[in-house]
Structures are given as C-alpha cells and as structure tokens.
C-alpha cells in the first residue's frame, strides 16, 4: 500500500473529513472534531510516532488494543527476521519482545492499524 494512500486511509479512520474545495496546493479537511476546516496537510503518519499515537488511542477507545498488538508484533517479527532467526523463535521472554515492540517505527505502527481496521492493501 503507497505510504499517501495508508496517510489517507488512517485520517479517515481517525475521523478527518475532505472537503470539497482546496486552497492553493493544499487540500482542505475537516477536522475530527468538526468544528473546523484546517488548510494544512494531514499528519505525517507513517513518519511520525506522535501523530501514530494518536490514531493507536483511537484503536484502544475502540477496544481494539490486542488485536492492534498482535499485528504489531507480526509486523515486527517479520521485519526483523534473519535467516536463522525470527524474534517469534529467538525470544521468549515477553519484556524483551515489550521493548522491542516499543522500538517500532511509525511504518510499522500505522501497517499494524491498518491492518487491525482491516484497511490494508497488498
């Protein structure tokens, strides 16, 4: 899935609107809180953890905390794996995995709510 379309995937699910009008080279959305029209770009998300925690909390409110770390982790495994290990087959303590998950990149986190929403694309 290209990184602006996952961009857009997640500022929809967290509640950002389009409008119909844009300004300059701006596109206009409508903020989540639907009071305002922001003429700013949607938030950087697959590069920025602040923005990734935002959208993470939105999956927690739904309840949708465990499902969201489960992908985390498969994401995580699969991107750290070599060919003689995967983190699934080398470690087993679950602190150690916490602390490597907590090491995970915005990339990651956002494939990991997209895919927890069932928006994910191959």
């Given at each position: 899935?290209?990184?602006?379309?996952?961009?857009?995937?997640?500022?929809?699910?967290?509640?950002?609107?389009?409008?119909?009008?844009?300004?300059?080279?701006?596109?206009?959305?409508?903020?989540p809180?639907?009071?305002?029209?922001?003429?700013?770009?949607?938030?950087?998300?697959?590069?920025?953890?602040?923005?990734?925690?935002?959208a993470?909390?939105?999956?927690?409110?739904?309840r949708?905390?465990?499902?969201?770390?489960?992908?985390?982790?498969?994401?995580?495994?699969?991107?750290?794996?070599?060919?003689?290990?995967?983190?699934?087959?080398?470690?087993?303590?679950?602190?150690?995995?916490?602390?490597?998950?907590?090491?995970?990149t915005?990339?990651?986190?956002?494939e990991?709510?997209?895919?927890?929403?069932?928006?994910?694309?191959?």
């Amino acid at each position: 899935m290209k990184p602006e379309k996952q961009r857009i995937a997640i500022a929809e699910a967290c509640g950002w609107k389009a409008a119909t009008r844009k300004i300059k080279h701006y596109d206009t959305y409508c903020h989540p809180d639907g009071r305002r029209v922001t003429f700013v770009q949607l938030p950087h998300y697959i590069k920025d953890l602040n923005a990734m925690h935002d959208a993470v909390n939105i999956l927690f409110q739904k309840r949708l905390g465990k499902v969201y770390g489960i992908e985390l982790y498969k994401i995580v495994d699969r991107d750290t794996a070599t060919e003689d290990c995967s983190m699934s087959d080398c470690i087993d303590d679950p602190v150690e995995i916490a602390a490597i998950l907590s090491q995970s990149t915005a990339a990651q986190r956002a494939e990991a709510f997209l895919r927890t929403l069932k928006l994910w694309e191959e």
